[in-house]
């Protein structure tokens, strides 16, 4: 039975949301995360439309994954999400993934903002009054950890923010950086490597035609941290931790 203040999605995977190994995508992975996001907290009336008559949106500033496995094509995920207390000005939310053997595969907790839609100032609305949305428990045992600062190499090539690029709030979608990101690594690394942990933060916004440009550092032996930049004035939009393993041959095996 599913818990009162715990909502809770499957998701088959499906051929166009892997990778060349068979293997859900961390984009993908994420597009799930915000769709049982939006949708508990549509359940609850504080969601996508209740936020438009008042003129607001949910932003998500803060995202760290742990990823003991992706699940695989044909596979089945299910999604669990609850939100926690407020913090100052942030609303934080859990989220904890099933395999079909019922086994824990993936843990995240996230860090989120709502925003006026004309200044993009942080607003608060009073979600605790709902016992349906919150619950005090974190899947992770510390907080989301920060991110060292790397500076952007002059000579990076920048490159345009397409149509494909930009969501319904008419700004970058968080997955098409992660995507970006991702692309950078190049076909080798990601046939020899797997992602383990990802620390996101989102630090400002991208919009239609903006310039952007990716700086990566190589913090230790499987460990790399990537900024984005744009090209005005080179205005850090994104940081990103990702930790990674080497893929062992047993891993390509089929269930």
């Given at each position: 039975m599913q818990e009162r203040n715990v909502y809770e999605q499957s998701f088959p995977i499906y051929s166009y949301m892997v990778d060349t190994n068979q293997y859900l995508t961390l984009p993908n992975l994420m597009c799930f995360m915000q769709e049982v996001a939006?949708?508990?907290?549509?359940?609850?009336?504080v969601g996508w439309h209740f936020l438009q008559t008042k003129n607001m949106f949910w932003a998500l500033v803060k995202l760290h994954i742990e990823i003991e496995r992706m699940p695989r094509w044909n596979e089945t995920l299910r999604l669990r999400t609850w939100g926690r207390p407020m913090e100052i000005i942030t609303y934080p939310r859990e989220f904890e993934a099933f395999?079909?053997?019922?086994?824990?595969?993936?843990?995240a907790t996230s860090s989120?903002?709502?925003?006026?839609?004309?200044e993009f100032?942080?607003?608060?609305?009073?979600i605790a009054r709902?016992?349906?949305?919150l619950r005090d428990e974190m899947v992770l045992e510390k907080r989301i950890a920060k991110i060292p600062r790397i500076e952007l190499d002059e000579n990076k090539l920048f490159h345009p923010v397409l149509y494909s690029d930009v969501d319904m709030n008419k700004h970058v979608n968080n997955t098409r950086y992660i995507a970006w990101i991702l692309d950078e690594y190049g076909y080798e690394f990601h046939q020899k490597n797997q992602?383990?942990?990802c620390n996101i933060h989102f630090i400002s916004q991208a919009y239609y035609k903006t310039q952007y440009a990716?700086?990566?550092q190589q913090s230790d032996a499987m460990t790399f941290i990537s900024s984005i930049f744009t090209s005005k004035e080179?205005?850090?939009?994104?940081r990103v931790q990702m930790k990674w393993k080497h893929i062992n041959a047993l891993d390509y095996d089929t269930k």
């Amino acid at each position: 039975m599913q818990e009162r203040n715990v909502y809770e999605q499957s998701f088959p995977i499906y051929s166009y949301m892997v990778d060349t190994n068979q293997y859900l995508t961390l984009p993908n992975l994420m597009c799930f995360m915000q769709e049982v996001a939006w949708a508990h907290s549509n359940n609850n009336n504080v969601g996508w439309h209740f936020l438009q008559t008042k003129n607001m949106f949910w932003a998500l500033v803060k995202l760290h994954i742990e990823i003991e496995r992706m699940p695989r094509w044909n596979e089945t995920l299910r999604l669990r999400t609850w939100g926690r207390p407020m913090e100052i000005i942030t609303y934080p939310r859990e989220f904890e993934a099933f395999d079909e053997d019922n086994k824990r595969i993936i843990t995240a907790t996230s860090s989120w903002v709502i925003l006026n839609k004309e200044e993009f100032k942080p607003q608060k609305i009073d979600i605790a009054r709902n016992s349906n949305m919150l619950r005090d428990e974190m899947v992770l045992e510390k907080r989301i950890a920060k991110i060292p600062r790397i500076e952007l190499d002059e000579n990076k090539l920048f490159h345009p923010v397409l149509y494909s690029d930009v969501d319904m709030n008419k700004h970058v979608n968080n997955t098409r950086y992660i995507a970006w990101i991702l692309d950078e690594y190049g076909y080798e690394f990601h046939q020899k490597n797997q992602i383990t942990s990802c620390n996101i933060h989102f630090i400002s916004q991208a919009y239609y035609k903006t310039q952007y440009a990716i700086q990566r550092q190589q913090s230790d032996a499987m460990t790399f941290i990537s900024s984005i930049f744009t090209s005005k004035e080179a205005q850090e939009i994104c940081r990103v931790q990702m930790k990674w393993k080497h893929i062992n041959a047993l891993d390509y095996d089929t269930k």
